[in-house]
């Protein structure tokens, strides 16, 4: 986890307000490199972030990260990181889970259990509950990760890793407000 992400050339998207509380990326939006959307609004509970992809045949690992920042060098509020066959201990692969405050990754969470495949599309779902981040993985329950910084501090969706990004939608639970979605994050 770190620099080696960050160093990686991001490609920037926007989230468009499509009407009734909804924000979405165009199709195919990134392919082997780092993409920062920054978020519209900030989350609350009740919020939900879909995305849909596809890994790379080449797969050994891709990172979904909700940051401050257009980049995980500072703080990160969730870290959601599938590596496949990432060492001899495992053998089909792991999910770490984590965040990052004040510049310092913290404890991790490790799931034993891989979800993802070389070559296969994939939708992931985080919805924002008062305690957690609930992680679904092509419609099946995969896990809660507690909160351990305000989901108000999440600013960017910034992905990298050995996928391809087809869409980042953002169901915003308050509707009744339209929120115009903000420009990319600039360098």
């Known amino acids: 986890m770190g620099n080696s992400e960050s160093s990686t050339p991001v490609s920037l998207c926007y989230l468009s307000d499509k009407g009734q509380g909804l924000y979405e990326t165009n199709n195919n939006i990134s392919n082997k490199s780092s993409l920062c959307c920054q978020l ?5 509970q009740g919020d939900r972030i879909i995305i849909t992809g ?5 797969f050994k690992s891709f990172s979904v990260n909700l940051s401050q ?4 060098d500072k703080d990160c509020v969730l870290h959601f990181n599938p590596r496949f066959r990432f060492n001899s201990k495992c053998t089909d692969g792991q999910v770490v889970m984590n965040y990052k405050k004040n510049s310092k990754w913290r404890k991790e969470e490790r799931w034993l259990n891989m979800p993802f495949n070389t070559n296969q599309p994939f939708v992931i779902e985080i919805a924002v509950t008062k305690q957690s981040y609930v992680i679904t993985i092509d419609d099946s329950p995969f896990y809660a990760f507690n909160h351990r910084v305000d989901m108000h501090e999440a600013n960017f969706i910034y992905i990298s890793g050995d996928v391809s990004i087809s869409s980042i939608q953002l169901f915003n639970s308050d509707t009744t407000r339209a929120v115009k979605s903000a420009p990319p994050a600039r360098h």
């Not at 519209?40 to 609350?44: A, D, E, R």
């Not at 596809?54 to 080449?58: D, K, V």
């Not at 920042?69 to 995980?72: F, L, P, V």
């Open 40 to 44: 519209p609004v900030k989350l609350k």
């Open 54 to 58: 596809t890994t790379l045949p080449t």
């Open 69 to 72: 920042d257009n980049n995980i």
